[in-house]
Structure formats: structure tokens, C-alpha cells
T-cell receptor, first 112, second 111 residues
Framework: NAGVTQTPKFQVLKTGQSMTLQCAQD?????MSWYRQDPGMGLRLIHY???????DQGEVPNGYNVSRSTTEDFPLRLLSAAPSQTSVYFC???????????FGQGTRLTVV | GENVEQHPSTLSVQEGDSAVIKCTYS??????FPWYKQELGKGPQLIID?????GEKKDQRIAVTLNKTAKHFSLHITETQPEDSAVYFC??????????FGTGTRLKVLA
């Protein structure tokens, strides 16, 4: 039982490049979400999903796309990276709303 | 909009002393209040949570109290140990999946 797995752990991008952060969970959780963590700002919700085929925006969705084709996977896409997207990104999953969220180990992204 | 304020941002205590971290939330519809611990280089992990129908919950050295009228909740760690050193986040959630996190408290337990 691996829990929530994020790849890659580290990534450096040039401004304007695109990439996908991967997130997979093996707990059969319906709820999955992406957060970014910046110094002094806590964890801010980017996008979330309440099940396969259903996604919605969080607090800071601009510049990011998501899709949820399976229960297990919830990738986060940066279409045109900007320095303001330099951050640590966390994926989380939960059995239901109002339940414990399990976090991945994070992806540290630097955009130069 | 929804907001969670967390204080203090840093906290240093001597080993064996108690630590208290406080959070205030803005949305009175919030009904679930988890606390997460984040160690260096790792993702946050749940340490304790409380729901709006309960005023206090305890798990060994950790306790959480909730005051719905004042819209604040607190984390209490007693008999602190060096391994308690980490960043702690509070969060508030309504019936949706949208957790709103506080800005975090860096706790240092001095040996």
C-alpha cells in the first residue's frame, strides 16, 4: 500500500515550458486535490476532484489544468510555466469530504 | 471569503514544556477542523482532528479544543519532545472538500 505517490520529486523548468506533475493513489479514494505551498502562505488549493470525470477550481487555479480519467490518477498540468509558479506542490486524497486527507511527498518546482 | 488565521508563526519551547497553537476561522459553516504535522521534506500528516459537535478531543500528549461561538480552535501539546519539532498546520472545512489551511507554525523543542 503506497498511499499517495507524486512524481517527480524535483523539477526545474524554463519560463514558457509545459509539464505534468503526476499523482497516483492506491486507496480507492474518491476525493483528490492539488495544493501549492509557499513560505508564509500555508497550503493553497489549486484544483480538486470529487470523482472520476469531475473536477473543480480551488483558490489559485490560474495557470493550471487538471483532469481525472481514473479514480487512481490526478495529474496537474502547467501549460506555460511562469516564475510565479515556483513552489512545492502537494497532491492529497481522501475517502470523503470531512475526512483525513493523505498527502504525497511533494514536488519541488523551480521555474527560471 | 473563507479564511483561517494561525498564530504564532514560530514557537520555541523547552523540552518537557507545553506548546499551544491557535487558529481562528471566518466561516461559521465550517464543521471539520484537522491539524497536520509536516516534517522537513515530507508531506503533511494528520495528527488530530475535531468536528463541530465536540468541544475537546485528546490523544495521548495532543489535544484540540474548539470554541464555535468565538470561531477558534487550538492545538495543545504537553510534555514536548525533540521529535515534536516540525511545522504544524490547522485547517477548516465545510461539508465540501475544500480545506482552508492556516499559514503554519514552526515549533522548535529545545533539548
Amino acid at each position: 500500500n503506497a498511499g499517495v505517490t507524486q512524481t517527480p520529486k524535483f523539477q526545474v523548468l524554463k519560463t514558457g515550458q509545459s509539464m505534468t506533475l503526476q499523482c497516483a493513489q492506491d486507496m480507492n479514494h474518491e476525493y483528490m486535490s492539488w495544493y501549492r505551498q509557499d513560505p508564509g502562505m500555508g497550503l493553497r488549493l489549486i484544483h480538486y476532484s470529487v470523482g472520476a470525470g469531475i473536477t473543480d477550481q480551488g483558490e489559485v487555479p490560474n495557470g493550471y489544468n487538471v483532469s481525472r480519467s481514473t479514480t487512481e490518477d490526478f495529474p496537474l498540468r502547467l501549460l506555460s510555466a511562469a516564475p510565479s509558479q515556483t513552489s512545492v506542490y502537494f497532491c492529497a486524497s481522501s475517502y470523503s469530504s470531512g475526512a483525513e486527507a493523505f498527502f504525497g511527498q511533494g514536488t519541488r518546482l523551480t521555474v527560471v | 471569503g473563507e479564511n483561517v488565521e494561525q498564530h504564532p508563526s514560530t514557537l520555541s519551547v523547552q523540552e518537557g514544556d507545553s506548546a499551544v497553537i491557535k487558529c481562528t476561522y471566518s466561516d461559521s459553516a465550517s464543521n471539520y477542523f484537522p491539524w497536520y504535522k509536516q516534517e522537513l521534506g515530507k508531506g503533511p500528516q494528520l495528527i488530530i482532528d475535531i468536528r463541530s459537535n465536540v468541544g475537546e478531543k485528546k490523544d495521548q500528549r495532543i489535544a484540540v479544543t474548539l470554541n464555535k461561538t468565538a470561531k477558534h480552535f487550538s492545538l495543545h501539546i504537553t510534555e514536548t519532545q525533540p521529535e515534536d519539532s516540525a511545522v504544524y498546520f490547522c485547517a477548516a472545512s465545510m461539508r465540501t472538500y475544500k480545506y482552508i489551511f492556516g499559514t503554519g507554525t514552526r515549533l522548535k523543542v529545545l533539548a
